[in-house]
């Protein structure tokens, strides 16, 4: 199990730039799947969601080299419909595998999949938008087996989203943008999320003809071929935000590159608006923060432009920190509330009503010796016993928060169960590091 280490206290000052968005780069592999030729992909990290999702590519008959931040999948021929078991599982993006598969083979056999233990993250929109394009599936011994056979529309297939799913939207762009010839499929009710404009983008790119990407409504004309590209994906707008409120949070002057301002509207908006000062450019953002930002607020966490859901931890520490009364409403997943008990560790007042937090704000959080409450299981070290306060990173984007709270706290914080952290946040440490924090990773 990996630790991280942070003795809290330093203001972040500096530079650095962020690479590929990992829920971009999730959907872009496997829809390389539906390409006949190879791909290159650039400014992909090196995180084990990816490295997972690159194995179950390999074992379903691409050929992947990585050279540094370039990976190259080679995708002319594919040897089976069944997705591997051992990894599937694992990662919640595989379920993207299936609109890919039905496309280009008409069939796939495929585990449950994994991913952090957020919620009950149903299916039933994926399945219901695929069974209305004709798609027949049934689940046997943990898996969905599924089969396809496109005939020709002769008219538009209108088919609407009870809700707008990222996943669901990119399901079934990957089952329609490859197939027969002339096909049209109208879509509404779809997410917005730039992470599927940025799939969009990317199978266009490839010969796909799919227009309204990050609107409500996507039109999608079938085409019976795609080529091989070279694609760099978005940076990632979630590593983007938590950055932005770790600075808010320990105060300092930070310029972030290689991201997107736009994407950031809704935060960049709430941070201004309790007190940071934000710059933009095209491809940068500036955060300077020189004092404790002073005033509450309500946040309730929506599809996007609504405010993320992935940043919902992360800014529970700002309210944490802040003067006054705050709400936080979680509003997608039901169980994203686990890491509040860890903060309450260093010494938060945060108190839960079903998916809303209600936070009273303090003036500093404090790391004090509690080793003793950790389970024996995860062996912590004598000599770190009585270092401070060791908290358990139970979710990726909860364990970036507790990162985010101890950067702020007196004396040393230890989190176990870093590897969460590392799924889609594979550099926190060095470019924390990078920014004047004193945090280090522990390999135990
Ligand atoms: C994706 C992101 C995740 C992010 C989430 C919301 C990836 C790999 N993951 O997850 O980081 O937090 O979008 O922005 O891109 N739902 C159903 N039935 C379904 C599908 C979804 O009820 O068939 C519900 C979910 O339980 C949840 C809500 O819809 O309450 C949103 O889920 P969805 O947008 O599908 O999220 P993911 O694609 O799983």
Known sequence: MLQIQITGGNRLNGCIRLSGAKNSLLPIMTATLM???????????????????LHILADLGCTVNIQGDTVKIDVNELNTHIINRQAAPKIRGSIFVMGALLSRLGKVELPFPGGCAIGSRPIDIHLTLLRQIGVKCHCQHNCIIATYQPRHHHKPVILTLDFPSVGATENIIQATALGID???YIVHGVAKEPEVVDLCNFLNQCGARIQGAGTDTLIIKSVSQLHGTTYTPIPDRINTGSYLIAVAVTGGDVTLTNVIP????????????????????????????????????????????????????????????????????????????????????LGTKITLNRNQALIKGVSTLSATPTSILCPCSYRIPTTQKC????????????????????????????IINADYIYRGHQDIVKDLRQLGANIVAIDQ
């Open 35 to 53: 390409v006949h030729g190879t791909v290159c992909l650039h400014d992909v990290p090196k995180l084990s969601d990816l490295t997972q999702m």
């Open 182 to 184: 002339g096909n049209i």
């Open 262 to 345: 736009t994407h950031q509207i809704n935060l960049i908006n709430k941070l201004k608006a309790i007190g940071a000062k934000i710059t933009t450019t095209n491809d940068t953002i500036r955060i300077i923060v020189n004092h404790r930002l002073s005033h509450h607020f309500n946040v309730h966490t929506a599809p996007y432009p609504g405010f993320p859901t992935d940043l919902q931890s992360q800014f529970c520490v700002l309210a944490a920190l802040t003067k006054g009364r705050s709400t936080i409403t979680e509003n997608l997943f039901e169980n994203r509330f686990r890491y509040v008990a860890e903060l309450s560790k």
């Open 387 to 414: 270092l401070g306060t060791t908290l358990i990173a139970q979710d990726l984007r909860g364990g970036v928060a507790l990162v985010i709270a101890a950067l702020a706290a007196q004396g040393t914080t230890t």
